[in-house]
């Protein structure tokens, strides 16, 4: 069971009521995905960024938690070098991660943590790595995508990855997903570093963007000082 109090100190919204404002955002967010599910027949979704602290994370981990409120999801964590997300959601640091089941020392299944009171299962990291090339090799995403892809259940997947100025992660995995989410912060990324980003990820599709802590956005400020807009239309690959 989730701890109510470290959610809101982690600024994690998506298990709220939709009633909530603060959910608000990955509502909108989650509408124009399922949009795109159910156009393209596409499942596995990897968020990015150009660099650390644009919110990659928080609109990973937001996102996925909104969706498992009407659909089946799954949220992977291959940001292998600085992983987060099991300590943002305070899930237990004993049990087999992601990075174990790429590295062949767990199944999948075993690394699974489901929810309760949701339909998201999490797949953290558990040890950080400073070098996982190795783990990040296409034949090795592609059996963990496909095997997520013909689960029973039939979850959208949402992939929260390494900045894309931190090595090459993001070129490994790119390959092996459906499409791309960025989330850009206005005044901190570059259009030369988006650009670029953008031309490296040819031919998975970016399918949308999300614009975090805009300064002009009409939008009011709400309690975790946080700025959205939605997701833009998604395109088909």
């Given at each position: 069971?989730?701890?109510?109090?470290?959610?809101?100190?982690?600024?994690?919204?998506?298990?709220?009521?939709?009633?909530?404002?603060?959910?608000?955002?990955?509502?909108?967010?989650?509408?124009?995905?399922?949009?795109?599910?159910?156009?393209?027949?596409?499942?596995?979704?990897?968020?990015?960024?150009?660099?650390?602290?644009?919110?990659?994370?928080?609109?990973?981990?937001?996102?996925?938690?909104?969706?498992?409120?009407?659909?089946?999801?799954?949220?992977?964590?291959?940001?292998?070098?600085?992983?987060?997300?099991?300590?943002?959601?305070?899930?237990?640091?004993?049990?087999?991660?992601?990075?174990?089941?790429?590295?062949?020392?767990?199944?999948?299944?075993?690394?699974?943590m489901r929810i309760?009171?949701?339909?998201?299962?999490?797949?953290?990291?558990?040890t950080p790595k400073?070098?996982?090339?190795?783990?990040?090799?296409?034949?090795?995403?592609?059996?963990?995508?496909?095997?997520?892809?013909?689960?029973?259940?039939?979850?959208?997947?949402?992939?929260?990855?390494?900045?894309?100025?931190?090595?090459?992660?993001?070129?490994?995995?790119?390959?092996?997903?459906?499409?791309?989410?960025?989330?850009?912060?206005?005044?901190?990324?570059?259009?030369?570093?988006?650009?670029?980003?953008?031309?490296?990820?040819?031919?998975?599709?970016?399918?949308?963007?999300?614009?975090?802590?805009?300064?002009?956005?009409?939008?009011?400020?709400?309690?975790y000082e946080y700025?959205?807009?939605?997701?833009?239309?998604?395109?088909?690959?």
């Amino acid at each position: 069971m989730l701890d109510p109090e470290l959610l809101r100190r982690n600024l994690i919204v998506g298990f709220e009521s939709t009633d909530s404002e603060n959910v608000h955002p990955f509502s909108v967010l989650r509408s124009q995905l399922l949009k795109h599910v159910r156009a393209t027949g596409s499942r596995v979704f990897a968020v990015m960024s150009v660099q650390p602290g644009n919110g990659k994370t928080h609109v990973a981990v937001n996102l996925a938690a909104a969706l498992s409120r009407i659909h089946p999801t799954t949220l992977v964590e291959l940001d292998l070098r600085r992983p987060s997300i099991g300590q943002t959601l305070g899930l237990s640091p004993i049990r087999p991660g992601i990075d174990d089941a790429l590295g062949e020392l767990a199944t999948l299944q075993d690394t699974g943590m489901r929810i309760d009171g949701t339909k998201l299962t999490v797949h953290r990291v558990r040890t950080p790595k400073a070098n996982p090339e190795g783990l990040l090799s296409l034949d090795k995403l592609t059996a963990l995508t496909n095997a997520i892809r013909n689960s029973d259940d039939q979850p959208i997947c949402i992939i929260d990855t390494p900045p894309a100025v931190i090595h090459d992660d993001i070129m490994l995995i790119a390959p092996a997903v459906d499409g791309v989410i960025i989330v850009v912060q206005e005044a901190r990324t570059s259009k030369r570093a988006l650009v670029n980003m953008i031309k490296s990820l040819s031919p998975t599709p970016v399918i949308g963007a999300v614009l975090n802590r805009s300064l002009s956005s009409p939008l009011q400020m709400n309690e975790y000082e946080y700025y959205y807009n939605a997701m833009s239309e998604p395109q088909s690959p």
